[in-house]
């Protein structure tokens, strides 16, 4: 065998074994970053990764089921999903396509008010089962405090008895007091979360100290504010990403983590989709938190008044 046949073989296997070893670090890497996720408690004993990703607006089934899967590779484990989000179908492909074990995955999802209206709770549920190719919903929430709720929610505690579902939460449930406490107070099983508008402009200190006594997780959609300029650049948090060599995002993500909150930012960029979940490395000093909190202004980013919201949706019914 001459020279140059011995080089070729051996820039062959030399290739062949630097992109085994790619392929063992990115696994590696995706499982390392799944382990770095802390699991927060709830109040029925269940744990969950305190971080997820959000999948709400995402312009088409083929970048969420893309989104997903690029989550996956990162070590996201917990995606937050709902059936007017409709990409239920394209996460339950990802989970199968992702290889990853069911159990290792923790999946929400919330009915709209249509999916309760004439006392259809538990076919609804099942539907969904049928788009996310799963046996059981880890979290199911009601999505708007709309409609007979009361009345969805027994019908959410049978499908907890039967297996169905893990876990109860309640969506959007700030927006009225009287809908908050017919639930919390009202019901037999409680709900593990709550999901409401959160991030350092609008630190919705009154929500945190109404749940408090049920043992209540609140999670955090919008936690970067949807994509405010004025928050994502704000000076006050720039100071401290320099000081950690992260971006603005990563503080404000570390700073919902380091209060107690679950949070779910949305991402299909997948630049985007790996700095979200890089954000236990680092820890925010006691000094940096209270900056943080000094943010506070009561700024909400979505201001459709509860009255407003169920004329829009009153007589909007999704497709399975």
Partial sequence: ????????????????????????????????????????KLNNGLEMP????????????????????????????HVDAAHVYRVERVLGEAMIESGIPREEFWIASKLWPSDYANGNTLESIDKMLERLQTTYIDLLY?????????????????????????????????????????????????????QIECHPYAQRQDIREKIKPYGIILECWYPLGHGNEELLSDPAIKTIADAHNKSIAQVILRW??????????????PNHIRENIRIFDFTLSDAEMGVMRSLNKDQRFYNVPIEQLERMISNMVLED
Avoid at 9 to 35: C, E, K, N, P, W
Avoid at 174 to 186: L, N, P, S
């Fill in 256 to 269: 919902h983590t380091q209060e107690g909150f679950s949070v779910i930012p949305g991402a299909t960029d």
């Fill in 142 to 194: 009601i999505h708007q405090p709309i409609g007979d709720y009361v009345s969805a929610w027994k019908a959410m505690e049978k499908a907890v008895e039967a297996g169905k579902v893990r876990s109860l939460g309640i969506s959007n449930f700030d927006a009225t007091d009287e809908g908050f406490r017919a639930i919390v107070d009202g019901m037999k099983i409680k709900p593990v979360a709550l």
């Fill in 50 to 77: 305190q971080l997820g990703i959000g999948t709400f607006a995402i312009p088409t089934q083929e970048i969420a089921k893309e989104a997903c899967l690029e989550a996956f590779r990162n070590g996201f484990r």
């Fill in 1 to 40: 065998m001459g020279n140059r046949e011995l080089k070729r073989r051996y820039l062959i296997v030399s290739f062949l074994l630097l992109g085994l070893q790619i392929i063992s670090v990115h696994g590696t890497y995706a499982q390392d970053m799944s382990a770095t996720v802390p699991m927060i």
